[in-house]
């Protein structure tokens, strides 16, 4: 069976970009696939962070696959630091990963930019990254455009460890999303939206208020034309806003176009909000019910054995092929 394995960093309150590129292809994909998702709390740690809140933050996330409608029936959830054979293998990929390459990664460029105390967690994470994958012989990873580097280099840190040592890990192939992958800001469509942006009109997050983000969509940019067109090269700003009625509405970009031919901006942007709002309560309802539940906690706990049966199987047979003294 085709397994997926994938996650969201909790680094901050999630928006709709989060949900459209990630939540929403995870509700799917767990009736297609095998799926394990993780909330990758290590890649955290790669910058500096507050302990109380990265715990909260941690568990919210968990709270959220399961309020967005990931099922503990159909998909294991857990927490990345609750299996141990992530660091460790991490750790053997970091053996046959290259400066160079980790060196040319763009997230690291980015985040490394202009800042004196940088980690060499934040440099070698994507050898973690790419044990997150492979502890699990995934067949697939679900990727952004922010994420095929890394799957990249996943790859290829497989497929030389599988030259060197005999073949041990699956080769993944992405899964690429095009309707939602990249949802871009409210105020400026060249920008992917980020709850860094001062703007808070930009973005949308999962927790706002019906009023907000009624407010917030009144606000975001379109153009003069005053025509509801799919047309990324020429209208990117309405473009965004169909794109994201489409995800929350489960509707076609041509559907939409269509119902609101001759209509104008005005109302188009109205029933959007409510698009969106009827699909956040629920999940915000199902999310304050959980959250602090010991459901949840019982449902990571099965959820990190359940992932750790894969994992450690998967590292033991890596460290016999790189002839590390493993004891049966």
């Known amino acids: 069976m085709t397994r997926v394995v994938s996650g969201i960093k909790p680094s901050g309150e999630l928006n709709i970009g989060g949900y459209a590129g990630a939540l929403?292809?995870?509700?799917?994909?767990?009736d297609q696939y095998e799926c394990l998702f993780f909330v990758p709390d290590l890649h955290a740690i790669?910058?500096?962070?507050?302990?109380?809140?990265?715990?909260?933050?941690s568990k919210e996330m968990a709270a959220l696959y399961i309020a967005s409608g990931v099922d503990p029936r159909k998909a294991t959830l857990f927490i990345q630091s609750h299996v141990p054979?992530?660091?460790?293998?991490g750790w053997l990929m970091e053996t046959g990963a290259y400066f160079g390459e980790l060196s040319r990664m763009t997230q690291f460029k980015e985040k490394s930019d202009g800042k004196e105390g940088i980690s060499a967690a934040l440099f070698t994470y994507p050898a973690l990254m790419s044990a997150d994958i492979l502890l699990y012989q995934a067949t697939h990873v679900p990727v952004g455009d922010d994420q095929k580097q890394h799957l990249e280099l996943t790859r290829n840190l497989a497929e030389r460890f599988n030259k060197r040592y005999g073949k041990t890990f699956t080769l993944p192939d992405p899964i690429i999303q095009?309707?939602?992958?990249?949802?871009?800001?409210?105020?400026?469509?060249?920008k992917k939206m980020s709850k860094s942006n001062p703007n808070q009109s930009s973005y949308v997050l999962l927790m706002d208020s019906p009023d907000e983000i009624r407010r917030k969509f009144a606000r975001a940019v379109t153009d003069s034309e005053m025509r509801v067109s799919y047309d990324w090269d020429n209208k990117p700003a309405v473009s965004n806003l169909i794109e994201i009625y489409a995800v929350f509405s489960g509707e076609t970009t041509?559907?939409?176009e269509g119902r609101y031919e001759g209509r104008g901006y005005g109302e188009f942007k109205k029933d959007l909000a409510e698009v969106v709002?009827?699909?956040?309560?629920?999940?915000?309802?199902?999310?304050?019910?959980i959250v602090d539940s010991a459901e949840l906690i019982h449902v990571l706990r099965d959820g990190a054995l359940r992932a750790a049966d894969v994992a450690n199987e998967t590292l033991r047979m890596a460290k016999k092929a790189m002839g590390l003294f493993v004891i049966e």
């Open 46 to 57: 790669t910058v500096p962070q507050d302990p109380k809140e990265l715990f909260r933050r």
């Open 85 to 89: 054979a992530h660091t460790e293998l």
């Open 24 to 30: 929403h292809q995870f509700v799917a994909m767990q």
């Open 254 to 256: 041509n559907v939409i």
């Open 178 to 190: 095009t309707l939602g992958s990249r949802v871009m800001g409210l105020d400026d469509p060249a």
């Open 277 to 289: 709002i009827d699909k956040l309560i629920p999940i915000q309802q199902r999310y304050r019910e």
